[in-house]
């Protein structure tokens, strides 16, 4: 049986821990987010989206929208916006495992 968002949910706790890894650079933990992000919500569309998590996907998209790969893109934003990106994807993650676990802790009908 297959948890609602458990898929994204295993995928942004990679990106997470990538983003608290200390053994590599920003961009490239930035990066490698990114491409768990797109596991998690681009390669399976049809997945549905937690509530209350539009608004981190929108700002995640903003930030890293462009030409290039995702550690290119990466490169070309400021620490400011790389701070912003990071936030996001905490949010993004705060708002996948309350979906994840609403769904885990309900009873079935």
Do not use: C
């Not at 539009?54 to 893109?73: H, M, N, P, Q």
């Amino acid at each position: 049986m297959s948890i609602k968002h458990g898929y994204q949910y295993e995928k942004l706790g990679a990106s997470i821990r990538s983003l608290m890894s200390l053994n590599t650079s920003v961009g490239e933990r930035l990066a490698f987010a990114m491409n768990e992000f797109n596991l998690a919500f681009r390669m399976r569309p049809d997945d549905p989206l937690p509530d209350r998590s539009a608004v981190y996907l929108d700002k995640i998209d903003a930030l890293t929208s462009g030409e290039g790969t995702y550690a290119e893109r990466i490169e070309r934003l400021s620490s400011s916006q790389r701070s912003e990106l990071t936030t996001a994807f905490f949010e993004l993650y705060a708002a996948v495992a309350r979906a994840y676990y609403e769904a885990l802790l309900k009873p079935e009908n």
